[in-house]
């Protein structure tokens, strides 16, 4: 069964800062990989995926995350912190599906805040 | 071009009263999904459906009812609120193969159960 591990419900950091969020997956297959940004009172948005090939994506809004099938991990980053950043951000995992797509399976999120 | 359509937005039922969250995408696409999100547990399954005709149980499908009658559209139904109900709820869709799996969301329906 896949799962997601999202470390720290809760990261704040100051507006030009580094932003690390971190998630670490769990798969028996080789995974899809995804982080969805939720700004308040609204619905999920794709911020990037990774699916095959690089293993360093780059999203909308500046992020990027690296795969690391060694580490089972897909990070979340951004150099600068801006304060429209702020919002929900949740890593989900899914199948290959080489039989067709199945469910994403999510983290618990992880609330930024940036601070001015 | 819409993308995907829930309604209603907002919902309040008092305990054991029945209601159907509507669900509807015009992307063509096979795969939907319906999701809760409550604080501190994200997203979790309540069932899915890769086709017309074709549906299956999440991880939280106990007290939910769907049915795929049509490619377009997958309701939601609660035959009996109650109060562990409250959440938020999110409908998705994709193709059912390749594509890289991305899904996309509706907004969301807020129900709040007395």
């Known amino acids: 069964a896949q799962s997601v591990t999202q470390l720290g419900s809760h990261v704040s950091v100051s507006e030009g800062a580094l932003v690390l969020l971190r998630c670490n997956y769990s798969s028996s297959v080789p995974p899809y990989l995804f982080w969805y940004v939720q700004y308040p009172n609204q619905g999920l948005q794709l911020l990037l995926k990774y699916t095959t090939g690089a293993t360093l994506v780059k999203g909308i809004n500046g992020f990027e995350a690296e795969f690391k099938k060694s580490e089972t991990s897909f990070h979340l980053t951004k150099p600068s912190a801006h304060m429209s950043d702020a919002a929900e951000y949740f890593c989900?995992?899914?199948?290959?599906?080489?039989?067709?797509?199945?469910?994403?399976?999510f983290g618990k999120g992880t609330r930024l805040s940036v601070i001015a | 071009n819409a993308g995907v359509t829930q309604t209603p937005k907002f919902q309040v039922l008092k305990t054991g009263q029945s209601m159907t969250l509507q669900c509807a995408q015009d992307?063509?696409?096979?795969?939907m999904s319906w999701y809760r999100q409550d604080p501190g547990m994200g997203l979790r399954l309540i069932h899915y459906?890769?086709?017309?005709?074709?549906?299956d149980q999440g991880e939280v499908p106990n007290g939910y009812n769907v049915s795929r009658s049509t490619t377009e559209d997958f309701p939601l139904r609660l035959l009996s609120a109650a109060p562990s109900q409250t959440s938020v709820y999110f409908c998705?869709?994709?193709?059912?193969?390749?594509?890289?799996?991305?899904?996309?969301f509706g907004a969301g329906t807020r129900l709040s159960v007395l």
């Open positions: 989900a995992v899914s199948d290959r599906g080489y039989s067709g797509n199945t469910p994403l399976v």
């Open positions: 998705a869709s994709s193709y059912s193969k390749g594509r890289g799996n991305i899904q996309y």
């Open positions: 459906s890769v086709g017309a005709g074709i549906t």
């Open positions: 992307m063509n696409h096979e795969y």
